[in-house]
C-alpha cells in the first residue's frame, strides 16, 4: 500500500511562487508514474504535470514554461515548483500516483492553492 501526504499551499500574490511536496510512504518501490492534478470549483479536474519512469516530463497547456514536476533521489517524494503564479492557477492541488502492483492509481488529500493580490 502506498499512502500519499501533500504540503506546500498557500496564498501568494499574482507571479509569486510555491513549491508542493508529495511524501510517499509503504511500497514506494512500486511507483512508476507520478503526476500532479487540480480542481477549480465548477470546473473538471485537469492535469498540470505528469512525470513517468523512462519519459519526459508532460505538462499541461495552462502551466507550460512556469511549473516543473520532479522527484527527489529517494524517489519518496513529488515536487511541483510553481513560478509566475496567475489567479487563474487558484485550485486545489492533488497529488496522484500509478503504481506496477495495481490498476487503480493513488491520490493525495489535496492541498489549496490560492493566487490572488
Known amino acids: 500500500q502506498v499512502q500519499l501526504v501533500e504540503s506546500g499551499g498557500g496564498f501568494v500574490q499574482p507571479g509569486g511562487s510555491l513549491k508542493l511536496s508529495c511524501v510517499a510512504s509503504?511500497?514506494?518501490?512500486?511507483?512508476?508514474?507520478v503526476a500532479w492534478y487540480r480542481q477549480t470549483p465548477g470546473l473538471q479536474r485537469e492535469l498540470v504535470a505528469r512525470?513517468?519512469?523512462?519519459?519526459?516530463?508532460n505538462y499541461g497547456d495552462p502551466v507550460k514554461g512556469r511549473f516543473t514536476i520532479s522527484r527527489n533521489d529517494a524517489r519518496d517524494t513529488v515536487f511541483l515548483q510553481m513560478n509566475n503564479l496567475k489567479p487563474e492557477d487558484t485550485a486545489v492541488y492533488y497529488c496522484?500516483?500509478?503504481?506496477?502492483?495495481?490498476?487503480?492509481?493513488?491520490w493525495g488529500q489535496g492541498t489549496q492553492v490560492t493566487v490572488s493580490s
Open positions: 509503504g511500497h514506494i518501490f512500486t511507483i512508476y508514474t
Open positions: 496522484n500516483v500509478g503504481l506496477s502492483t495495481q490498476d487503480s492509481s493513488i
Open positions: 512525470l513517468t519512469d523512462g519519459d519526459s516530463p
